[in-house]
């Protein structure tokens, strides 16, 4: 069974800095893509950040392009997101998402995968 635990998140002033971490286990070891999504009540979920494991190709919504750094540590099955320059509007839940065996470009809406974890909480202070 695939599994990801996300953990890293808090509550931070505006333009702080936070690394999000993602432990993922219970998947074979093949080309897939994997994102960062938040949520925040009243609003759909939207993508923020995703990388293709098959070339580590990396994509950003705009508006956090400069700001925020989607990486993975191989060796610990990790996945990270570097956000820095935090603002308000950055508040939501986070998570992060797997589809297994997907060929790049790697889809945008969260239709696109398969598994889920269970978020962690990130709020922005002016």
């Known amino acids: 069974q695939v599994q990801l635990v996300e953990s890293g998140g808090g509550s931070v002033q505006a333009g702080g800095s936070l690394r999000l971490s993602c432990a993922a286990s219970?998947?074979?070891?093949?080309?897939?893509?994997m994102g960062w999504f938040r949520h925040t009540p009243g609003k759909e979920r939207e993508g923020v950040a995703y990388?293709?494991?098959?070339?580590?190709?990396?994509y950003y919504r705009d508006s956090v392009k400069g700001r925020f750094t989607i990486s993975r540590d191989s060796s610990k099955n990790t996945l990270y997101l570097q956000i820095n320059s935090l603002k308000p509007e950055d508040t939501a839940m986070y998570y992060c998402?797997?589809?297994?065996?997907?060929?790049?470009?790697?889809?945008?809406?969260?239709?696109?995968?398969?598994?889920w974890g269970q978020g962690t909480q990130v709020t922005v202070s002016s």
């Open positions: 219970g998947y074979p070891y093949s080309s897939h893509c």
């Open positions: 990388i293709y494991t098959g070339t580590d190709t990396t």
């Open positions: 998402a797997v589809r297994i065996s997907y060929s790049y470009p790697c889809p945008r809406a969260p239709s696109g995968y398969n598994y």
